[in-house]
């Protein structure tokens, strides 16, 4: 990173009066997955902000990004609709919390509904 632009990336931080500050950079490292059986997943219904449309969000995921995506990429399959997943919650489309649940439960994942 050059000197010019090193402002850019302090969050938050304006002035310091102490000669020897050092701003120190956050690190963007992701959790490891935690195993399937200590995942506490929640399947919830969701309509807000979604223009009147259903939606299923299954929340509670701890891991990895890619792992998260390989969930998703299953409970789309078995579900039998379109979805994706964003900040860390899996987003199905359509009210299927009873349908998610057991292709959670099935595959390994401790998950309840919600609501």
């Known amino acids: 990173m050059s000197k010019k632009n090193e402002w850019k990336n302090r969050d938050g931080v304006v002035y310091s009066t102490n000669q020897n500050f050092e701003y120190e950079y956050s690190s963007d490292q992701e959790p490891d997955t ?19 449309k259903q939606v299923t969000l299954v929340t509670g995921f701890v891991g990895k990004t890619s792992d998260l995506e390989a969930l998703t990429k299953v409970l789309k399959t078995k579900c039998g609709v379109g979805g994706s997943f964003k900040n860390g919650e899996i987003i199905l489309q359509g009210d299927l919390r009873d349908k998610a649940v057991q292709a959670l439960i099935n595959e390994g994942y401790k998950a309840k509904r919600v609501g």
Not at 34 to 52: E, T
């Open 34 to 52: 935690l195993p399937m059986q200590q995942q506490n997943l929640k399947v919830i219904l969701d309509k807000s902000m979604r223009a009147g």
